[in-house]
Structure formats: structure tokens, C-alpha cells
Nanobody, 122 residues
Framework: QGQLVESGGGLVQAGGSLRLSCAAS????????MGWFRQAPGKEREFVAA????????YYADSVKGRFTFSRDNAKNTVYLQMNSLKPEDTAVYYC???????????????WGQGTQVTVSS
């Protein structure tokens, strides 16, 4: 099975920006839906953004729409999550995920990265 390796988390002030990266194996990247989820302390893991293997039109959770941008670089087998206008409520561990034919449910994604911490200070 494939592997996902995330990077790019950190500490940022409210209103700032961060970009997360997720490198995937070729097989995973070429056929799976790629997505981003996040989990804050004491809360369930929630969907953030995703794109099918064709990568034509990403889709987002309402809470991040207009602030976050999902993109993919097919040459590098890497997906990105550009996060702008960050808010303290965006603080969470962010996970990259992949799954065949997945949409936005955690259960539909069967491959997960190790997670990267994003902390937004007020």
C-alpha cells in the first residue's frame, strides 16, 4: 500500500498563512482521492478539503471555504493545502489522507499520514 508524508505545520498568528504538503507514492496519487482532515483536542476528526484523482475541482468544508486552497502537483506526487486568514479555531492536527473513490467521510479514506500540528495564536 502507499505512503503519505506530511510537512509544513507550525505556529502562526491569527490572520497569517501556512502551507501544508503531503507527498504520496505514485500508485496512491494516480488513482485515489486525496484529502485533508483535522482533529482538534477533544473533537472528532473532520473533513477539510479533497480532490478526486482527476483533480479537476477540489471541494471544501464550509468552515474553510474561501480561506484554504487545495492543489496538487502531479509531477511531484504531492498535494498542498494553502491556509490563509487563519483563525484560532483552525488549531488542530492536520492529516493527509487517501482513498479510492472517497468523498469527505473519514471512513472512506483508508490511508493516512502521521499528522502535522497547526497552532494559530490570537
Amino acid at each position: 500500500q502507499g505512503q503519505l508524508v506530511e510537512s509544513g505545520g507550525g505556529l502562526v498568528q491569527a490572520g497569517g498563512s501556512l502551507r501544508l504538503s503531503c507527498a504520496a507514492s505514485t500508485r496512491t496519487f494516480s488513482t485515489y482521492t486525496m484529502g485533508w482532515f483535522r482533529q482538534a483536542p477533544g473533537k472528532e476528526r473532520e473533513f477539510v478539503a479533497a480532490s478526486s484523482w482527476s483533480g479537476v475541482i477540489p471541494y471544501y468544508a464550509d468552515s474553510v471555504k474561501g480561506r484554504f486552497t487545495f492543489s496538487r502537483d502531479n509531477a511531484k506526487n504531492t498535494v498542498y493545502l494553502q491556509m490563509n486568514s487563519l483563525k484560532p479555531e483552525d488549531t488542530a492536527v492536520y492529516y493527509c489522507a487517501a482513498g479510492p473513490g472517497a468523498r469527505r467521510s473519514v471512513k472512506e479514506f483508508n490511508l493516512w499520514g502521521q499528522g502535522t500540528q497547526v497552532t494559530v495564536s490570537s
